[in-house]
């Protein structure tokens, strides 16, 4: 595997829950190039959530080594990845996760607010279709709504690394979208196939396909 | 404004709901300290002023009388600033309305020019001329008398009319302890000013005075200055030179605000403890809510710093309101409480004093509690990793340890087992809601143990230790005579004598002005309870038997020596055992043995022994004579002078006591004279000791005019007569 922009050599993530020690990770090594999109496919419970929370940031690994760019991200401390996340990193969570006392809006500008380069909140409303909707709070919008404002927030800083659970268009952003759902696959320039803790496959396609000519 | 900041205001406003309770509990806290803290140094400090004002005096010297040039030697006296020389006397007063008599310490106002000392402030009306009084305001308030009114005061032996030129005010005067009451009655005891020719006359000391207030400089010893004041005095009749720390009023003053402090630092503390854990816990748990957004925010690149930050403000804007409402609520409340305390500390002015210290203290223990909480809860949040916070929480750990110990009550139903093992799962913090609890419950038993112990301490006094229902106390000795007049009344079961020679008591840890009493052997009525709960009767073989407070200050036990010098007469100094000690719940006192008190002081109104009457031992009406205490020696009024007897009276018959109380004055005036006791007209005066069983009511009031006034009550009802001079207060 060639050296990219975002690379796990070796990684693993043991959890200690209650009692019981789980293993999610036994020893990842994958790189992402700039402006890839690659998708995790995998069943649930195959460690992927993990990884992309590791890339993120949002988690360190046990062992192994986690690097973005000129930025080591395992044994990184906490501000470090703070700032990692705030300057780098766009997330799109698997449960929308807005914050329910702000507006589509003001839950767009809350990450806008500490980012150097964001582009205006309501441009990455009206990119998602939410313009019209840039006023209400998460309990007056439809669960689909909701589901639209999580990429918006994520894309307004004009993140370098998307990470997310559904598909997006290509923004000349590195993304990385855990899935399980086959479709989205078509998507990507690479899918990394997971399996128990580990990259069990890997395909490369030549011809990744839009959105619109996906049947889901 | 920032999304940042308008999810804080939003959020704060949607939980205005819980804001309120902790608001509530903050205000409690704060408010509880603010105001008992705030009251007390209020009450202090209007004190301090007040003496500062008035120049009250350090050290009071009573004499029988002096001429006014010795005022000036003393004033020539080292270490003295100021000298005011005056006249003092305990009047009878005639309140119309009011059954019994009212005994008013009469003072003379100093001459214009004088120095005064213990300035008497007037609160209402004017200064007296000749033929007026200044009244202390308290009494006069109880009475409703204003200035304008008329009273008739017996003074000296002289009955006058004067008019009440207004209501006043001075600061050995902010309680009045009248001799033989054991509580300031303001009903029954206050003071007065007149000029000093109105107190001349009657008292016959023209060109003397009768008291010496001083002034001792900056740096000068009190306890020194006292030593030579007496020693000027002494052959003036000097009773002893009475330090400030020893003035009755200042005395009463000085023990209120100390209980009162103590309140201050307790009350509080509780308060502002349960706050404080409440808060903790409140908003930790309220916060505790937050922790996925907090996980989110974090995820999405905020800093630690910055939400730790963000919580801090919310929870702030949480308890705002309580810090504003505590801080207000407690100045309001110093207000009111002093408007209260106004009743009862009769300085010249109370000014309300409420620190920013009391107020920053109590917002730093309650809120800074509260924001911990918010602190530990974001900092939980804000520990792991932003993905694992994003996650519900992982159950916690059970299994292990304490939370296994209902395992081996089998006969546990789930809901108990559930129960104990969370309770055991965090023994801490089960530990500190148990002490949490602990306090609110002191904090409700706080508020009733005070009518609880008053209660009690009655209950002590008037039904184990003070059991009469009359007393009767003289203004010099009386004889036998006076006690089979009083034996004779119709509903009268029992009388009992004691002599009260007053003294000074000297002990290793202090010295006390005080009086022993004789009290006859097999006395009934009035009885000391020892250590073990039993009576403790003073031993017939010498020794003297102490309150456990008084033996204490002196600084002895059981077994102990003191030194006993008269206050009166013969002066010199002897060595007395300490027999035992009682626990009497109110006041210092030392009785001893008829005998011995003959053996230290001599004859004076002679041992008080049981008579020969019908019952025997203390002797039970309706015998004559029972109690019966040996005529003085013949008239000699020297010898008995200080001495004194008090007589009890129980009531059978109240209703007929009553009717026979209306000629007591004259009947035991007259026997006074008959038995060479010394007792005269205008000589003694009555206070009431009220007590329990009053039923019937009536009290009777009896020969004011003819020197003697007695309150007797109906089945029951306890009444006191104290003596006028010679008193051992």
């Known amino acids: 595997m060639g050296e990219g922009v975002l690379e796990a050599r070796d990684v693993t993530r043991t959890y200690t829950s209650g009692e019981v020690q789980v293993q999610a990770l036994r020893g990842v090594d994958v790189a992402f190039e700039q402006g890839e999109f690659a998708v995790l496919l995998g069943p649930s419970g195959s460690g992927k959530s993990t990884l992309l929370n590791i890339l993120g940031g949002l988690d360190t690994p046990t062992t192994g080594t986690v690097r973005y760019r000129d930025h080591v991200l395992s044994g990184a401390s906490e501000a470090a990845l703070t700032r990692y996340r705030r300057e780098h990193v766009g997330f799109v969570f698997q449960v929308y996760n807005l914050v329910p006392s702000l507006t589509a809006l003001e839950n767009v500008a809350l990450v806008a607010d500490i980012s150097e380069h964001a582009m205006p909140p309501e441009e990455a409303l009206e990119r998602v279709g939410l313009s019209g909707r840039a006023d209400h709070c998460p309990s007056q919008l439809s669960g689909g709504e909701q589901q639209r404002v999580a990429p918006a927030r994520a894309l307004v800083k004009r993140p370098d690394l998307l990470l997310c659970d559904e598909p997006t268009g290509a923004l000349g952003t590195t993304v990385v979208v855990i899935t399980h759902n086959q479709a989205i696959s078509q998507m990507a320039d690479r899918v990394l196939t997971f399996s128990d803790g580990r990259v069990v496959g890997e395909q490369r396609n030549a011809f990744p396909r839009p959105p619109s000519d996906i049947r889901w | ?729």
């Open chain 2, 1 to 729: 404004m920032r999304a940042l900041d308008l999810k804080l205001w939003r959020d704060a406003r949607r939980l205005a709901g819980p804001a309120v309770a902790l608001s509530a509990i903050l205000a409690c806290g704060v408010s509880a300290q603010v105001a008992l803290r705030g009251t007390a140094r209020s009450l202090e400090r209007s004190r301090d002023d007040f003496y500062a004002r008035t120049r009250f005096a350090d050290v009071a010297a009573e004499v029988v009388r002096a001429p006014l040039s010795v005022a000036a030697q003393a004033a020539a006296l080292p270490g003295l600033t100021a000298v005011a020389p005056r006249i003092t006397a305990w009047a009878l007063v005639e309140v119309p309305g009011f059954a019994d008599p009212v005994r008013l310490r009469a003072a003379s106002l100093p001459e214009a020019g004088e120095a005064g000392l213990d300035a008497v402030v007037v609160r209402e009306g004017t200064l007296p001329g000749r033929g007026e009084v200044l009244l202390g305001e308290a009494s006069a308030r109880r009475h409703r008398l204003s200035p304008g009114a008329t009273v008739h005061a017996v003074l000296g032996g002289v009955r006058e009319r004067l008019r009440v030129s207004g209501l006043g005010t001075a600061p050995d005067a902010v309680y009045v302890l009248a001799p033989a009451l054991p509580f300031p009655d303001d009903a029954r005891a206050g003071v007065m000013w007149l000029p000093r020719a109105s107190l001349e006359g009657p008292l016959q000391l023209q060109g003397a005075f009768s008291e010496l207030l001083v002034q001792v400089g900056p740096g000068e010893r009190v306890q020194e200055v006292a030593r030579r004041l007496e020693a000027l005095l002494e052959r003036h009749g000097g009773a002893g030179a009475r330090a400030r720390s020893e003035q009755p009023s200042h005395r009463f003053v000085d023990e209120e605000l100390r209980q009162l402090a103590v309140q201050a630092r307790f009350v509080p503390a509780v308060f502002l403890g349960v706050a404080a854990f409440l808060l903790r816990d409140v908003v930790a748990r309220l916060l505790g809510t937050q922790r996925e957004t907090v996980a989110l925010l974090k995820a999405l690149g905020f800093g630690r710093a910055v939400l730790v930050r963000h919580y801090l403000a919310l929870a702030g804007l949480l308890l705002l309101p309580g810090a504003v409402a505590g801080a207000a609520a407690g100045a309001a409340l110093v207000r009111a409480l002093l408007g209260v305390y106004a009743l009862y500390f009769r300085f010249d002015r109370l000014v309300p004093d409420v620190a920013a210290g009391d107020v920053g203290l109590s917002l730093a223990v309650a809120a800074g509690a509260g924001l911990l909480g918010a602190w530990a809860s974001v900092r939980q949040a804000t520990a792991i990793p932003p993905a694992g916070a994003m996650q519900p929480p992982v159950p916690p750990a059970y299994g292990h340890g304490l939370t296994r110990l209902p395992d081996r009550f089998k006969g546990l139903f789930p809901g108990a087992r559930m129960a104990w093992r969370t309770l055991l799962r965090r023994p801490g913090r089960t530990a500190l809601s148990v002490l949490g609890l602990s306090l609110a419950g002191a904090l409700l038993a706080l508020s009733g143990i005070a009518w609880e112990a008053l209660g009690w301490v009655l209950e002590r006094t008037f039904q184990d230790a003070a059991r009469e229902d009359v007393s009767v106390t003289f203004a010099e000795p009386a004889g036998h005579a006076a006690l089979d007049v009083l034996a004779s009344w119709e509903g009268v079961e029992r009388v009992e004598g004691e002599r009260a020679v007053p003294v000074r008591l000297w002990g290793p840890g202090g010295r006390w002005d005080g009086a022993v009493t004789a009290r006859p052997e097999g006395a009934r009525l009035r009885r000391s309870p020892g250590e073990d709960g039993r009576e403790q009767p003073p031993p017939q073989d010498g020794g003297l038997v102490l309150t456990d407070a008084l033996a204490r200050k002196l600084g002895v036990s059981a077994g102990g020596q003191l030194w006993v010098e008269r206050r009166d007469g013969d002066r010199r100094a002897q060595a007395v055992s300490v027999a035992g000690l009682s626990t009497e719940v109110v006041g210092l006192a030392a009785l001893c043995a008829p005998l011995t008190a003959r053996e230290l002081f001599g004859g004076g109104a002679g041992p008080v022994r049981p008579g020969a009457g019908a019952a025997g031992g203390g002797g039970v009406l309706p015998a004559r004579g029972v109690g019966r205490v040996p005529a003085a020696d013949g008239g000699q009024h020297a010898d008995h002078a200080g001495g004194a007897v008090a007589v009890r009276v129980r009531s059978g018959r109240g209703g007929r006591l009553q009717r026979r109380a209306r000629g007591a004055g004259r009947a035991v005036a007259g026997v006074g004279h008959a038995a060479g006791a010394g007792l005269h007209a205008g000589g003694v005066c009555a206070a009431a000791a009220g007590g329990p069983g009053g039923a019937g009511g009536g009290l009777a009031r009896a020969g004011v005019g003819a020197g003697l006034a007695l309150r007797a009550a109906a089945d029951g009802a306890v009444v006191q007569l104290g003596a006028c001079s010679g008193c051992p207060w």
